[in-house]
Nanobody, 126 residues
Framework: QVQLVESGGGLVQAGGSLRLSCAAS????????MGWFRQAPGKEREFVAA????????NYADSVKGRFTISRDNAKNTVYLQMDSLKPEDTAVYYCAATSVIQFGVPVRSRSYNYWGQGTQVTVSS
């Protein structure tokens, strides 16, 4: 089992920045990739970014490319999401996810992930 705890959400003005953190504990050795998803009110959960635990390959949603950066610190068992140039449409609950399933590439589908955090609210005001 893997436990995930997100932190770093909050309220920021458009154009501002936030950094989300996701600390993993438990069966860390089983993690193949970690990702961030978000869900706005009335909308489906959508992929934001993901990173392979070994090697560090990344993948981003088109809507956040060039503005968000995902990174990891293996020593701290933590994944980060640096969010710059935030827009009101980035407002959502952001979820950290991890997968222990061996799969090709950097998974972008929520069903590819089998561990989820509780979510952290990000609100961007205009």
């Amino acid at each position: 089992q893997v436990q995930l705890v997100e932190s770093g959400g909050g309220l920021v003005q458009a154009g501002g920045s936030l950094r989300l953190s996701c600390a993993a504990s438990g069966s860390i050795f089983s993690i193949n990739a970690m990702g961030w998803f978000r869900q706005a009110p009335g909308k489906e959960r959508e992929f934001v970014a993901a990173i392979r635990w070994s090697g560090g390959s990344t993948n981003y949603a088109d809507s956040v490319k060039g503005r968000f950066t995902i990174s990891r610190d293996n020593a701290k068992n933590t994944v980060y999401l640096q969010m710059d140039s935030l827009k009101p449409e980035d407002t959502a609950v952001y979820y950290c996810a991890a997968t222990s399933v061996i799969q090709f590439g950097v998974p972008v589908r929520s069903r590819s992930y089998n561990y989820w955090g509780q979510g952290t609210q990000v609100t961007v005001s205009s």
